[in-house]
Structures are given as C-alpha cells and as structure tokens.
C-alpha cells in the first residue's frame, strides 16, 4: 500500500494550489484537525498531532489556482462531515487571509508546489 502522502492522487490535487492542507481525524471521523502544508514540514506536523490522540489521515485540500476547491480524500464523509470540514477550511483560510493581512511585508498567498 503506497504512503497517502506520497500517493500521486493527493499530490495532484495540492500541486499548484493556494491554502493546501493535510486533513488528520479519529479514527470516528468526528474530530477533524487541518495542517497547513504551506507551513513547513508535514511529516513532522503529523507526528505531532498523532503523539497525543490517535489521527489517521483523511486526505488534502486546497483552493485551485481560479479559486476552485479542490480534495483527495482516503475515506467517504457523509454530509455532516463534509460540512464540519468545510466550516473548519473556510476558517482556516479567514485566519491565513488576517494574518496575512496584518504582516506589512506579506507579498504573496501560500501555494503548494
């Protein structure tokens, strides 16, 4: 079984994107947690939010470069979820956008590679 976060289906769907993320949850889908991959390294993020509660990885999403939303997801979420986790990114995005909006020399709005 390939490693999700090296699995060219994940990769695709943050290459080139803005405001990508790793999605963590329990093992019950109910408790989400979203790591900005435009913020260093994911491996060592992952390692800390799984040492305290058990996480598996849900997927990635982000914003495409016309500002289409874009995700690759390990598991089906029903609609609840779906939308915890859209009010959760939506957030995500609002806290980016304001501290971005607050750092004078701030030049450009975080993209994936």
Known sequence: M???CLDPKFENAIRGS???VCILANPQLSDFVLLDLAEGE???AVQRHIQD???CFVGVAALG???EPRAAL???LGQ???????AAYLAHIDNRLSA???TPHARSTPRAN
Do not use: C, V, W
């Not at 609840?80 to 859209?86: F, K, Q, R, T, V």
């Open 2 to 4: 390939a490693t999700p």
């Open 74 to 76: 390990n598991f089906d």
């Open 18 to 20: 803005y405001f990508p």
């Open 42 to 44: 994911l491996a060592e």
């Open 65 to 67: 470069p016309k500002g």
């Open 80 to 86: 609840p979820e779906i939308d915890i986790l859209s």
């Open 100 to 102: 971005m909006s607050s």
């Open 53 to 55: 509660k058990p996480r």
